[in-house]
């Protein structure tokens, strides 16, 4: 079946623009994530969405930043007034969620953000 | 909230030896650790994890130490290949509640043929 898929693979814009980056998840899965790869560096938790519960936004790194998910399905990050130490891999990763077995998030390709 | 700290940030191997990557983490209350590859370009790929409720993990030629005692675990590779050679994160998560990963910095392992 298909796995997760991000759009677009490559953004690049100019500072102080908006971006939104999207991700569909694999279906079914009730869990999704939101996680940023600066270069070189490890994956840094943004946000999680499980099922009709409020999300955990806990990693959002300021109020430019803003994730919704519609529907359980499709999700967006949104990026407000871009900054240059914006530029980084989104990366988004869906799991199913069972209260007792902990299940594999998969990740998406990642879209590449770049603010010039 | 959860740290983890991993080492070494490089590790060359020849090929055919084994590899040992470190991780550290500061939240008791984590219990699930896995641990994922990343090859350049692509995305994170999950190749083992290990629940805290028991010690070790094997699958081939990987296997996985947990030591809930000193909060600490270990991703072995034996019989290293050129395949191998790639990023490697450790993360760990308390499962329940907020699941999402805390992850390591890196360990890029490059085995020489």
């Known amino acids: 079946g298909a796995g997760v898929s991000q759009s677009p693979s490559n953004k690049v814009t100019e500072k102080g623009k908006d971006v939104e980056l999207r991700c569909d998840p694999i279906s079914g899965h009730t869990a999704l994530y939101w996680y940023r790869q600066s270069l070189g560096q490890g994956l840094e938790f943004l946000i999680y969405?499980?099922?009709?519960?409020?999300?955990?936004k806990s990693g959002l790194p300021s109020d430019r930043f803003s994730a919704e998910r519609t529907g359980g399905s499709v999700s967006t990050l949104t990026i407000q007034r871009t900054q240059q130490e914006d530029s980084a891999v989104y990366l988004c990763?869906?799991?199913?969620?069972?209260?007792?077995?902990?299940?594999?998030?998969?990740f998406g390709p990642g879209t590449r953000l770049t603010v010039l | 909230g959860e740290n983890v700290e991993q080492h070494p940030s490089t590790l060359s191997v020849q090929e055919g030896d084994s590899a040992v990557i470190k991780c550290t983490y500061s939240?008791?209350?984590?219990?699930?650790f896995p641990w994922y590859k990343q090859e350049l370009g692509k995305r994170p790929q999950l190749i083992i994890d290990i629940r805290s409720n028991v010690g070790e993990k094997k699958d081939q030629r990987i296997a996985v130490t947990l030591n809930k005692t000193a909060k600490h675990f270990s991703l072995h590779i034996t019989e290293t290949q050129p395949e191998d050679s790639a990023v490697y994160f450790c993360?760990?998560?308390?499962?329940?509640?907020?699941?999402?990963?805390?992850f390591g910095s890196g360990t890029r392992l490059q085995v020489q043929p």
């Open positions: 969405f499980q099922g009709n519960s409020a999300p955990d």
């Open positions: 990763a869906s799991s199913l969620v069972r209260i007792v077995v902990y299940n594999e998030q998969f």
């Open positions: 993360a760990a998560s308390r499962g329940t509640g907020r699941r999402a990963l805390t």
């Open positions: 939240d008791s209350a984590s219990n699930y």
